[in-house]
């Protein structure tokens, strides 16, 4: 078990371009979360799926963001049209769906735009 | 959400226990009291949760206060590893967590 995986680490791109994100998460882990965090802040909630359902939406996630988990496993996080306001770290978390909520975070992606 | 309150930062010598509180005032019947740690370019780390009683894991301890309104996550013997922001969150079980802005311990050598 290798623990939550995010690809890539670090992104730098243009404002107007669109960036996508992976998420791999513990195997076996059925929920799995999206956070962002900005510079001296906690990370906010984005979204959540349980399996491949997302079952619940940040209205901080504009309809210039989705997310996707097709098969229950991995997931994307798609930026389109990004702005400087997106210059964020984006965290990935997933927990076994039945316990006390015990999260297991990546290490994030850093996205800069430029 | 239910809110929580602790201080910006605090510092502590390294070997010697470390003392984290957490106000949570309103805290509801069901909400869980969660602690995660981030350390510098990392995501946050589970370190303990609690409902009730007081809780010990390899990490740290977990006093909760009788009215749960307020928490302690005790560091027996800090090292420099655990200089990081510290979050104390409740939630009722698993769903999402609502971070705050944290304590950020720095350890003194």
């Known amino acids: 078990d290798t623990g939550v995986s995010q690809d890539p680490r670090h992104k730098i791109t243009k404002r107007g371009q669109n960036v996508t994100f992976r998420c791999d998460p513990i195997?076996?882990?059925?929920?799995l979360y999206w956070y962002r965090q900005t510079l001296g802040q906690g990370p906010e909630f984005l979204t959540y799926f349980q399996n491949e359902a997302q079952l619940e939406k940040s209205r901080l996630l504009s309809d210039r963001f989705s997310a996707e988990r097709p098969k229950g496993s991995f997931s994307t996080l798609e930026i389109q049209r990004t702005e400087q306001g997106d210059s964020a770290m984006y965290l990935c978390?997933?927990?076994?769906?039945?316990?006390?909520?015990?999260?297991?975070f990546g290490q994030g992606t850093r996205l800069t735009v430029v | 959400d239910a809110k929580t309150t602790q201080p910006n930062s605090m510092e502590s010598n390294e070997e010697e226990p470390v003392h984290l509180p957490c106000n949570h005032s309103?805290?509801?019947?069901?909400?869980?009291i969660h602690w995660y740690r981030q350390l510098p370019s990392q995501g946050p780390e589970y370190v303990i949760h609690g409902l009730t009683s007081n809780v010990n894991n390899r990490m740290a301890s977990l006093a909760i206060a009788e009215d749960r309104k307020s928490s302690t996550l005790i560091l027996h013997r800090a090292t420099l590893r655990d200089a990081a922001v510290y979050y104390c969150i409740l939630g009722a079980g698993n769903e999402k967590l609502t971070f705050g802005t944290g304590t950020r311990l720095t350890i003194i050598p």
């Open positions: 195997s076996e882990h059925n929920r």
């Open positions: 309103t805290i509801s019947g069901t909400d869980y």
């Open positions: 978390a997933s927990s076994p769906s039945r316990d006390s909520w015990v999260g297991f």
